[in-house]
């Protein structure tokens, strides 16, 4: 069992819908985690990054944790076509390596 | 940009032959994290180095082997190089392996 699971989609939805990726994690170690959106054949980009349980807003987007159920959440409102990548979930014990999941590719039809 | 630069942007190497990539940090950071990302995968851990030691290691074979600079950059190394080691490499910087900025990654293959 991989300690981050993370579907893999293909996820398309229309333009202005809320988009909602989740994961699943298995260590209850990880304390920090994070959201990273990666275009095509380019560098992961920080996109959230949350210590607590609970919800992080920035702008159209909103991290939840849940800890109790090993569970973290993204929700796009609003969502663009620039939006249309492949979004990675990530967490970690403090001061070690990010554990990664599959990564989820989301396309935003116009 | 998050101020974390790779080089080379891609690269085409022999199976058999041995292969340097370079990473920059972002002013300020003293740890620097190697990721590899198979295609459709999410990145796996390498090693990571922290205030010029290693701090750290994935599973990954022994010819995979790193340094870190007095200035915080980095480089991977990668010898006898395989079918399988074909895919993007990451770099990602942090202040005391903290919260971690990627630079553009490296697309390694290997024929």
């Known amino acids: 069992q991989k300690e981050v699971e993370q579907d893999p989609g293909p996820l398309s939805v229309p333009e202005g819908a809320i988009v909602s990726l989740n994961c699943t994690y298995s260590?209850?170690?990880?304390?920090?985690f994070m959201w990273y959106r990666q275009y095509s054949r380019k560098g992961p980009e920080l996109l959230m990054y949350?210590?607590?349980?609970g919800n992080k807003e920035d702008g159209r987007f909103t991290a939840q944790v849940d800890k109790s159920s090993k569970y973290i959440s993204l929700f796009i409102r609003d969502s663009q076509p620039s939006d249309s990548a492949t979004y990675l979930c990530?967490?970690?014990?403090?001061?070690?390596?990010?554990?990664f999941g599959q990564g989820t590719r989301l396309t935003i039809n116009p | 940009e998050t101020g974390v630069t790779q080089s080379p942007t891609h690269l085409i190497k022999t199976r058999g032959q041995q292969v340097t990539l370079r990473c920059s940090s972002q002013?300020?950071?003293?740890?620097v994290s190697w990721y590899q990302q198979a295609l459709g995968q999410g990145p796996q851990f390498i090693f990571q180095?922290?205030?010029?030691?290693?701090?750290g290691r994935g599973n990954f074979p022994p010819r995979f082997s790193g340094l870190q600079f007095p200035n915080y950059s980095s480089e991977l190394n990668v010898n006898a190089l395989e079918l399988d080691d074909s895919a993007l490499y990451l770099c990602?910087?942090?202040?005391?392996?903290?919260?971690?900025?990627f630079g553009q990654g490296t697309r390694l293959t290997v024929v």
């Open positions: 180095y922290y205030r010029e030691e290693e701090n």
């Open positions: 990602a910087s942090s202040f005391d392996r903290d919260e971690a900025f």
């Open positions: 949350t210590y607590s349980s």
């Open positions: 260590n209850s170690a990880f304390q920090y």
């Open positions: 002013s300020g950071h003293n740890t």
């Open positions: 990530a967490m970690r014990v403090p001061a070690q390596k990010l554990v």
